[in-house]
């Protein structure tokens, strides 16, 4: 399996030599204590039931962009924090100096005092610099992370939200998957390997992997371009941002960053159409004579179905469902006899097939490696 | 009871205290809340131009309401007519003027309802028929609609007038109303430009 | 206390006799005409104060159910489609039926007795307001019952606050969902555009001799700041929502996005409208506590005209800021860089209001009434929800942080940190003035006390799921990624907070039937409506007030020392 380290912010680590400009390194130092503090806060563990370790934290960067967004969160937090402990500081010290002590009565009022132009300009244009530090720094990263250049052989992905699933289309592949992601990890790691044009098919949706970089929404009738740079092989979960509907909340997906020949494997597998076996040809007419078919597809069959995720090689990913239950035959089975009981608000009906129908199904679709 | 002082503090200042007029105020700021309507119509008419993805398209159907437009816009001019004539204390000037305003007025709305009557059994184009047919029937028909308030109230002082009840002391009243037509004028050269000009 | 405590021999300029003849005790019917029929600012004020007031109980209901439902992972107390149902009513009910409903409520009392006027610009116009916004709110709480009625929790709109389209076109929201959603809000948009109509009228032209518009309160000032808003950003939801009819009875297709249409315009428009009215919400709050900070502090606010600048200027620069929450659209890097500098802006007049309220407490004699408490620790968690804000403007870290508790916790910090303890401090403060009873001390410290601990609990923790990743919107969640403790502790905290609003609520009857007699001045303050008795009388002042200062009151009490030789 894959395994993750629980990193957290590491200030001696290579992130991309282009991107020296960072942060300086005496703000880092004035940050550490700050952020170990934070730090410790926001660590977990991150090992699920099922053994996998994976992460959906934006404080655990597998990518260099996400590493650059820490640092500037970090930055970020630094400046608040040093503005938040001067002012309450102040705030503090008048509510203690200044409360009253003993009964209202017969008490002078205190001096009035009206204002101070030279103390509000003062406290006018000490935020002004503040601001201007902090947006040029913002400036120069966002400039940085939204301007990445997509090299030549750089993978390209569509990945199109749909309520409530993820389609990934590799075109220079020639094929469709779903929910899970798979990209190759770069040479050095770090460096950006792929691009993504983010699309939707219905409302509006969000691509969010933390781990990998922030959330960057899916418009209908807008064409939205990312780039991810990971910097460690692993799989990093994440999930709708953009509320889309009814089942919104469970429209998970998974990226898997492989090295590039586990990559250049796995992508070789899912270019074959669909395994042909004479022992399940009672499933799959089962398959190819239900409705199945209109919404799903089975590259070598006759199902060509759009709607619904792509299944010539369903058996390859790990969950079914977006991302909700892991990929077993018994779960298949759970599935299709009832989505709604799993799912609440999916839009994959229940066939109402017989029980033995099912199980061909399922053996058939078992099959789909 | 209690008895409570009231609030004279020092001694009254004896100069005079003018404030403006609460109904010009309040027009005002009408008109700004309206103007945000109008802005927000007008960027979605802006936005979707040329992105229907089916016919027609306004260059085929869309003729310039050039009469319409000039009758609308010189009403404006009369009601300054017609609320200078009231202050001189002229009330025949001041009823042939308001009711040449909103006759000139109703003219505006006839041609507008001639044009849609056009658009919608000659050319096809409702509101759902596409992009434009939406944006273009939101936009003039939200203008007409102000018209048409416009020209209830036109018409009750007209009525009001003709019963010999409106005199110089309803100046503030008219003035203000005056303003609301100003607008709906100004709100029409708009339109005119977005709609028959830059979106044709 | 019943007389004046006003260190004055004697009437001077006369009196305000308070009627009191005998009368004929009004039956229910009477009095249920009265306030139907009214159309007087103070009532038209307390109604709007009270339809709030329960609207906030009923929004607070919906707030413990969700919290209920993620005390743990993968629960199903709530089924999604109730729950999202629950935040989205819980959303709009909160901004628009509770907020705007209550700042307007206080504007309406107190706008008119702070500037020595005898009612608003236009009464008819205030009455028609009040029940345009009742209206509304009643029908968008039809929609529970509307549809396939109470066991499917009816049709309530269950697409989020922001109702972003396309979710929200026909093909995607069947029923009638968006159609409650939309008409309420259309109805009630009516109502506030006329309400801001009539504070704008009303502060330019009803002020009393005297009262130039740099001697009005500061309350004054930022209730017209907020009118003049309203007029620039409810307008636009108003016009947004039309559209969206349109669309759904009229087969428009300005948000749909097979016919070319573009969910991003929607976007725009709903932010144009639904950033500015943050501060349509939080400026008000602030007015609140620009009063009661020098009262119980003994001093004049420190700064008058950098107050008044830096809300005037909030109320310019919030309007070029919305798209700080579109960060993650996909806008191109300039249009990101310029939003960032104009949020990050919002900082610097919002930091000097800061500045100048503590510079205000400085060197007073701080009484710490329950309403001062409220007030004080209002300036505080303001100052953490600006901080988190800034966090949020920080475009790369929005992307992580967009969409996720840490922005629930962020703008509830505003919204309840901040407007909801001014709204508490602003009750606590007025009600002597409102029924002519002080609210009751004793209960009033454990509300503060048992609301201030509930607060923190609920939104300090908030803010952790949302750093671990945990988004918004989402009815339940799987378990391991650390976030159950929080959402456990969160929802403890929810209790807290119940309970410190019960509290409340008793003690608003407890101290209206049973309350020590306030007078007409119980906090010896300086502005006009103290001046009256309370409850004022229809008329507010039987002589019009002449005004020479910013605080006539004080001119009053200290002759020897009056403000009008400062200013």
Same mark, same amino acid.
């Given at each position: 399996?894959?395994?993750?380290?629980?990193?957290?912010?590491?200030?001696?680590?290579?992130?991309?030599?282009?991107?020296?400009?960072?942060?300086?390194?005496?703000?880092?130092?004035?940050?550490?204590?700050?952020?170990?503090?934070?730090?410790?806060?926001?660590?977990?563990?991150?090992?699920?039931?099922?053994?996998?370790?994976?992460?959906?934290?934006?404080?655990?960067?597998?990518?260099?962009?996400?590493?650059?967004?820490?640092?500037?969160?970090?930055?970020?937090?630094?400046?608040?924090?040093?503005?938040?402990?001067?002012?309450?500081?102040?705030?503090?010290?008048?509510?203690?100096?200044?409360?009253?002590?003993?009964?209202?009565?017969?008490?002078?009022?205190?001096?009035?005092?009206?204002?101070?132009?030279?103390?509000?300009?003062?406290?006018?244009?000490?935020?002004?610099?503040?601001?201007?530090?902090?947006?040029?720094?913002?400036?120069?990263?966002?400039?940085?992370?939204?301007?990445?250049?997509?090299?030549?052989?750089?993978?390209?992905?569509?990945?199109?939200?749909?309520?409530?699933?993820?389609?990934?289309?590799?075109?220079?592949?020639?094929?469709?998957?779903?929910?899970?992601?798979?990209?190759?990890?770069?040479?050095?790691?770090?460096?950006?390997t792929?691009?993504?044009?983010?699309?939707?098919?219905?409302?509006?949706?969000?691509?969010?992997?933390?781990?990998?970089?922030?959330?960057?929404?899916?418009?209908?009738?807008?064409?939205n371009?990312?780039?991810?740079?990971?910097?460690?092989?692993?799989?990093?979960e994440?999930?709708?941002?953009?509320?889309?509907?009814?089942?919104?909340?469970?429209?998970?997906?998974?990226?898997?960053?492989?090295?590039p020949?586990?990559?250049?494997?796995?992508?070789?597998?899912?270019?074959?159409?669909?395994?042909?076996?004479?022992?399940?040809?009672?499933?799959?007419?089962?398959?190819?004579?239900?409705?199945?078919?209109?919404?799903?597809?089975?590259?070598?069959?006759?199902?060509?179905?759009?709607?619904?995720?792509?299944?010539?090689?369903?058996?390859?990913?790990?969950?079914?469902?977006?991302?909700?239950?892991?990929?077993?035959?018994?779960?298949l089975?759970?599935?299709?006899?009832?989505?709604?009981?799993?799912?609440?608000?999916?839009?994959?009906?229940?066939?109402?097939?017989?029980?033995?129908?099912?199980?061909?199904m399922?053996?058939?679709?078992?099959?789909?490696? | 009871?209690?008895?409570?002082?009231?609030?004279?503090?020092?001694?009254?200042?004896?100069?005079?205290?003018?404030?403006?007029?609460?109904?010009?105020?309040?027009?005002?700021?009408?008109?700004?809340?309206?103007?945000?309507?109008?802005?927000?119509?007008?960027?979605?008419?802006?936005?979707?131009?040329?992105?229907?993805?089916? %016919?027609? $398209?306004?260059?085929?159907? #869309?003729?310039?309401?050039? !009469?319409? @437009?000039?009758c609308? *816009?010189?009403? =404006?001019?009369?009601?300054?007519?017609?609320?200078?004539?009231?202050?001189?204390?002229?009330?025949?000037?001041?009823?042939?003027?308001?009711?040449?305003?909103?006759?000139?007025?109703?003219?505006?709305?006839v041609?507008?309802?001639?044009e849609?009557?056009?658009?919608?059994?000659?050319? %096809?184009? $409702?509101?759902?028929?596409? #992009?434009?047919?939406?944006? !273009?029937? @939101?936009?003039?028909? *939200?203008?007409? =609609?102000?018209?048409?308030?416009?020209?209830?109230?036109?018409?009750?002082?007209?009525?009001?007038?003709?019963?010999g009840?409106?005199?110089?002391?309803?100046?503030?009243?008219?003035?203000?109303?005056?303003?609301?037509?100003?607008?709906?004028?100004?709100?029409?050269?708009?339109?005119?430009?977005?709609?028959?000009?830059?979106?044709? | 206390?019943?007389?004046?405590?006003?260190?004055?021999?004697?009437?001077?300029?006369?009196?305000?006799?308070?009627?009191?003849?005998?009368?004929?005790?009004?039956?229910?019917?009477?009095?249920?005409?009265?306030?139907?029929?009214?159309?007087?600012?103070?009532?038209?004020?307390?109604?709007?104060?009270?339809?709030?007031?329960?609207?906030?109980?009923?929004?607070?209901?919906?707030?413990?159910?969700?919290?209920?439902?993620?005390?743990?992972?993968?629960?199903?107390?709530?089924?999604?489609?109730?729950?999202?149902?629950?935040?989205?009513?819980?959303?709009?009910?909160?901004?628009?039926?509770?907020?705007?409903?209550i700042?307007?409520?206080?504007?309406?009392?107190?706008v008119?007795?702070?500037?020595?006027?005898?009612?608003?610009?236009?009464?008819?116009?205030?009455?028609?307001?009040?029940?345009?916004?009742?209206?509304?709110?009643?029908?968008?709480?039809?929609?529970?019952?509307?549809?396939?009625?109470?066991?499917?929790?009816?049709?309530?709109?269950?697409?989020?606050?922001?109702?972003?389209?396309?979710?929200?076109?026909?093909?995607?929201?069947?029923?009638?969902?968006?159609?409650?959603?939309?008409?309420?809000?259309?109805?009630?948009?009516?109502?506030?555009?006329?309400?801001?109509?009539?504070?704008?009228?009303?502060?330019?032209?009803?002020?009393?001799?005297?009262?130039?518009?740099?001697?009005?309160?500061?309350?004054?000032?930022?209730n017209?700041?907020?009118?003049?808003?309203?007029?620039?950003?409810?307008?636009?939801?108003?016009?947004?929502?039309?559209?969206?009819?349109?669309?759904?009875?009229l087969?428009?297709?300005?948000?749909?996005?097979?016919?070319?249409?573009?969910?991003?315009?929607?976007?725009?428009?709903?932010?144009?409208?639904?950033?500015?009215?943050?501060?349509?919400?939080?400026?008000?709050?602030?007015?609140?506590?620009?009063?009661?900070?020098?009262?119980?502090?003994r001093?004049?606010?420190?700064?008058?005209?950098?107050?008044?600048?830096?809300?005037?200027?909030?109320?310019?620069?919030s309007?070029?800021?919305?798209?700080?929450h579109?960060?993650?659209?996909?806008?191109?890097?300039?249009?990101?860089?310029?939003?960032?500098?104009?949020?990050?802006?919002?900082?610097?007049?919002?930091?000097?209001?800061?500045?100048?309220?503590?510079?205000?407490?400085?060197?007073?004699?701080?009484?710490?009434?329950?309403?001062?408490?409220?007030?004080?620790?209002?300036?505080?968690?303001?100052?953490?929800?600006?901080?988190?804000?800034?966090?949020?403007s920080?475009?790369?870290?929005?992307?992580?942080?967009?969409?996720?508790?840490?922005?629930?916790?962020?703008?509830?910090?505003v919204?309840?940190?901040?407007?909801v303890?001014?709204?508490?401090?602003?009750?606590?403060?007025?009600?002597p003035?409102?029924?002519?009873?002080?609210?009751?001390?004793?209960?009033?410290?454990?509300?503060?006390?048992?609301?201030?601990?509930?607060?923190?609990m609920?939104?300090?923790?908030?803010?952790?799921?949302?750093?671990?990743?945990?988004?918004?919107?989402?009815?339940?969640?799987?378990?391991?990624?650390?976030?159950?403790?929080?959402?456990?502790?969160?929802?403890?905290?929810?209790?807290f907070?119940?309970?410190?609003?019960?509290?409340?609520?008793?003690?608003?009857?407890?101290?209206?039937?049973?309350?020590t007699?306030?007078?007409?001045?119980?906090?010896?303050?300086?502005?006009?409506?103290?001046?009256?008795?309370?409850?004022?009388?229809?008329?507010?002042?039987?002589?019009?007030?002449?005004?020479?200062?910013?605080r006539?009151?004080?001119?009053?009490?200290?002759?020897?020392?009056?403000?009008?030789?400062?200013?």
């Amino acid at each position: 399996m894959f395994s993750l380290r629980a990193t957290m912010f590491h200030p001696g680590e290579k992130v991309n030599a282009k991107r020296k400009f960072l942060v300086s390194r005496g703000i880092r130092h004035l940050t550490c204590g700050f952020i170990s503090m934070f730090a410790s806060g926001v660590a977990w563990a991150q090992t699920a039931s099922d053994g996998i370790a994976r992460t959906q934290n934006p404080f655990h960067p597998h990518s260099s962009s996400a590493h650059l967004i820490q640092q500037l969160s970090f930055f970020t937090l630094a400046i608040t924090g040093a503005i938040f402990a001067v002012v309450a500081g102040l705030w503090l010290y008048v509510v203690i100096k200044y409360r009253q002590h003993g009964s209202n009565e017969q008490m002078e009022e205190p001096p009035q005092i009206y204002g101070s132009t030279q103390i509000e300009l003062a406290w006018t244009v000490i935020p002004i610099l503040i601001v201007v530090v902090l947006f040029l720094t913002v400036a120069r990263i966002l400039f940085a992370l939204q301007d990445q250049p997509v090299p030549q052989n750089a993978l390209h992905v569509d990945v199109v939200g749909h309520q409530y699933w993820w389609e990934f289309r590799y075109p220079s592949y020639g094929f469709i998957t779903a929910n899970e992601l798979h990209i190759p990890l770069g040479e050095p790691a770090g460096t950006v390997t792929t691009g993504l044009k983010l699309l939707s098919a219905d409302v509006d949706h969000s691509f969010w992997v933390p781990s990998l970089y922030g959330k960057v929404d899916t418009v209908p009738n807008k064409e939205n371009d990312i780039v991810l740079d990971p910097t460690q092989t692993g799989v990093y979960e994440g999930q709708c941002a953009q509320f889309c509907g009814t089942a919104h909340a469970q429209m998970l997906l998974r990226v898997y960053v492989q090295t590039p020949e586990e990559f250049a494997a796995w992508a070789k597998r899912q270019q074959d159409t669909a395994i042909e076996d004479p022992a399940v040809a009672q499933g799959r007419q089962v398959f190819e004579t239900q409705s199945c078919v209109s919404c799903h597809t089975i590259r070598g069959t006759a199902a060509h179905g759009r709607f619904g995720p792509d299944l010539t090689h369903l058996m390859s990913r790990d969950t079914i469902a977006s991302g909700l239950i892991s990929n077993t035959p018994e779960n298949l089975k759970r599935w299709i006899e009832d989505p709604e009981a799993i799912k609440p608000g999916a839009l994959m009906p229940a066939m109402q097939l017989s029980g033995d129908q099912i199980d061909q199904m399922v053996t058939y679709l078992a099959t789909l490696k | 009871m209690s008895a409570v002082p009231v609030p004279v503090i020092a001694q009254a200042p004896s100069e005079s205290w003018p404030l403006p007029d609460r109904g010009v105020v309040g027009m005002f700021a009408v008109i700004v809340a309206e103007s945000t309507i109008f802005l927000i119509f007008v960027v979605a008419y802006v936005y979707n131009i040329g992105r229907s993805v089916s %016919g027609p $398209t306004p260059r085929e159907v #869309l003729d310039l309401p050039i !009469f319409n @437009s000039i009758c609308l *816009l010189s009403s =404006s001019f009369t009601i300054w007519l017609a609320e200078r004539a009231l202050k001189k204390g002229a009330m025949r000037t001041f009823i042939g003027w308001w009711a040449l305003t909103a006759a000139l007025g109703a003219i505006f709305l006839v041609g507008t309802g001639l044009e849609w009557h056009k658009l919608i059994y000659k050319d %096809g184009l $409702t509101i759902s028929t596409n #992009l434009f047919g939406t944006t !273009f029937y @939101s936009l003039v028909g *939200l203008h007409a =609609s102000h018209v048409i308030v416009g020209l209830v109230m036109l018409s009750l002082v007209l009525a009001f007038a003709l019963a010999g009840k409106v005199g110089q002391e309803h100046r503030q009243r008219i003035e203000v109303l005056g303003l609301y037509w100003h607008f709906v004028d100004m709100v029409w050269v708009v339109v005119f430009t977005v709609v028959y000009i830059i979106g044709r | 206390m019943a007389d004046s405590t006003l260190p004055i021999d004697g009437p001077v300029g006369g009196t305000i006799g308070v009627p009191h003849e005998v009368e004929d005790v009004p039956t229910w019917g009477e009095r249920l005409h009265e306030w139907v029929t009214t159309v007087d600012h103070k009532k038209l004020g307390l109604m709007y104060i009270g339809y709030g007031l329960l609207f906030l109980l009923v929004g607070g209901i919906e707030a413990l159910l969700i919290r209920l439902q993620l005390f743990f992972p993968n629960n199903h107390f709530i089924s999604s489609v109730v729950f999202n149902r629950l935040f989205t009513m819980h959303g709009t009910t909160m901004v628009f039926m509770v907020g705007m409903t209550i700042i307007i409520g206080f504007a309406n009392y107190l706008v008119p007795l702070m500037i020595g006027a005898r009612d608003m610009a236009f009464p008819r116009l205030n009455a028609f307001s009040f029940w345009m916004t009742a209206l509304g709110g009643l029908f968008l709480y039809y929609s529970f019952i509307g549809g396939v009625g109470l066991q499917g929790a009816g049709s309530a709109p269950d697409f989020t606050w922001w109702g972003y389209a396309p979710l929200t076109e026909r093909a995607f929201s069947r029923g009638h969902t968006a159609d409650y959603w939309a008409l309420a809000l259309i109805v009630q948009g009516f109502g506030t555009i006329g309400a801001a109509v009539n504070i704008i009228a009303t502060t330019f032209s009803m002020r009393c001799k005297g009262m130039t518009l740099f001697r009005m309160p500061l309350l004054v000032w930022l209730n017209l700041v907020v009118a003049g808003m309203i007029l620039t950003t409810i307008s636009p939801l108003t016009a947004a929502q039309i559209m969206l009819t349109i669309d759904r009875y009229l087969g428009g297709h300005f948000f749909d996005s097979q016919a070319g249409g573009s969910p991003l315009l929607w976007f725009h428009f709903f932010w144009i409208f639904g950033h500015p009215e943050v501060y349509v919400l939080v400026l008000p709050a602030f007015a609140i506590a620009n009063e009661v900070i020098p009262t119980f502090s003994r001093k004049a606010i420190f700064g008058y005209p950098a107050m008044v600048a830096a809300s005037v200027g909030i109320g310019f620069i919030s309007v070029s800021v919305w798209a700080h929450h579109m960060f993650t659209v996909g806008m191109k890097p300039a249009s990101n860089a310029f939003f960032v500098l104009s949020t990050e802006l919002v900082g610097v007049p919002t930091a000097i209001k800061i500045f100048n309220w503590i510079a205000t407490m400085w060197g007073g004699r701080i009484r710490f009434t329950t309403s001062m408490l409220f007030a004080t620790a209002f300036v505080a968690q303001f100052l953490l929800a600006g901080l988190t804000g800034i966090m949020l403007s920080v475009a790369p870290w929005n992307w992580q942080l967009h969409g996720t508790y840490f922005v629930v916790a962020h703008f509830h910090y505003v919204l309840v940190g901040a407007i909801v303890f001014c709204i508490f401090s602003g009750l606590y403060y007025w009600y002597p003035k409102m029924t002519g009873k002080l609210l009751d001390e004793r209960l009033g410290k454990w509300h503060f006390w048992l609301f201030l601990i509930g607060f923190h609990m609920t939104f300090d923790l908030m803010h952790i799921p949302g750093l671990l990743g945990m988004p918004r919107w989402i009815y339940t969640y799987q378990p391991g990624h650390g976030w159950e403790i929080w959402n456990q502790l969160v929802g403890v905290g929810a209790v807290f907070q119940a309970v410190a609003m019960l509290v409340f609520v008793y003690n608003l009857v407890h101290s209206y039937l049973k309350g020590t007699d306030a007078g007409p001045d119980p906090w010896d303050a300086w502005t006009l409506e103290w001046f009256t008795p309370s409850p004022p009388p229809a008329y507010n002042f039987a002589t019009e007030p002449v005004v020479r200062s910013r605080r006539p009151l004080w001119d009053i009490k200290h002759p020897e020392d009056p403000d009008w030789k400062y200013e």
